[in-house]
């Protein structure tokens, strides 16, 4: 069974510009949650979807978003980005809802770096 | 502010002997406890997982032990193999109150190098 796959894997933006950032989950998991992974700030969890919905969400701004479409694949998209906003982005998937109670399957990562 | 706490960012341990991480947290209010390692160049991986209802949970080799009195918990693995040096990360959920969302909140993680 393939993996989490997330597309592309690096990325070089400049400060203003926007980013949409690919995640596709494992085959049959319905839940995708998104993670910030920085030196200073460690992981963060940003958001978390489920059959299209967005179920949870932490503590980033508004010009953090994401989306789930109906064959689970999800996208996050910063705008107007920041040089902080340069982080390792991570994705990861879970067969149900109240994926953050389960074990949680993650992908290898976007390494965004914001210029 | 810092909700979960992973105080020592490295340890090194012998292959064989126990390698104990630990986490301390401050919210009160998280309800369930879990470990995930990383290596290099690749997504976290699930561990283990804890209920704060519990004080232990065991999987094979790895344990974690949750003092909620002292808001303190910690994994222990035995014996430690050259393989487990990873980064290891300690992650607390917060519940869903009214309104609100679930959140996880990770610590910074302690690298662990196992030496043959």
């Known amino acids: 069974k393939a993996g989490v796959t997330q597309t592309p894997r690096y990325l070089i933006k400049t400060r203003g510009q926007q980013v949409t950032l690919s995640c596709s989950p494992i085959s049959g998991h319905r839940s995708v949650s998104w993670y910030q992974q920085t030196p200073g700030q460690g992981l963060q969890f940003l958001f978390e979807?489920?059959?299209?919905?967005?179920?949870n969400k932490g503590n980033f701004p508004g010009r953090f978003s994401g989306r789930q479409f109906s064959n689970s694949r999800s996208e996050m998209n910063v705008s107007t980005l920041e040089l902080g906003d340069s982080a390792l982005y991570l994705c990861?998937?879970?067969?149900?809802?109240?994926?953050?109670?389960?074990?949680?399957?993650f992908g290898p990562g976007t390494r965004l770096t914001v210029l | 502010d810092q909700q979960v706490k992973q105080n020592s960012p490295s340890l090194s341990v012998q292959e064989g002997r126990i390698s104990i991480l630990n986490c301390d947290y401050t919210?009160?209010?998280?309800?369930?406890f879990l470990w995930y390692k990383k290596y290099p160049a690749e997504g976290p991986t699930f561990l283990i997982s804890?209920?704060?209802?519990?004080d232990k949970n065991e999987d094979g080799r790895f344990t974690v032990f949750l003092n909620k009195s002292a808001k303190h918990l910690s994994l222990h693995i035995v014996p430690s193999q050259p393989g487990d040096s990873a980064v290891y990360f300690c992650a607390a959920i917060l519940p869903r109150t009214q309104g609100g969302s679930e959140k996880l909140v990770f610590g910074k993680g302690t690298k662990l190098t196992v030496n043959p």
């Open positions: 990861a998937s879970s067969p149900s809802a109240g994926s953050l109670y389960n074990e949680q399957f």
């Open positions: 804890i209920s704060s209802i519990k």
């Open positions: 919210n009160s209010m998280f309800d369930y």
């Open positions: 979807y489920f059959s299209e919905t967005q179920r």
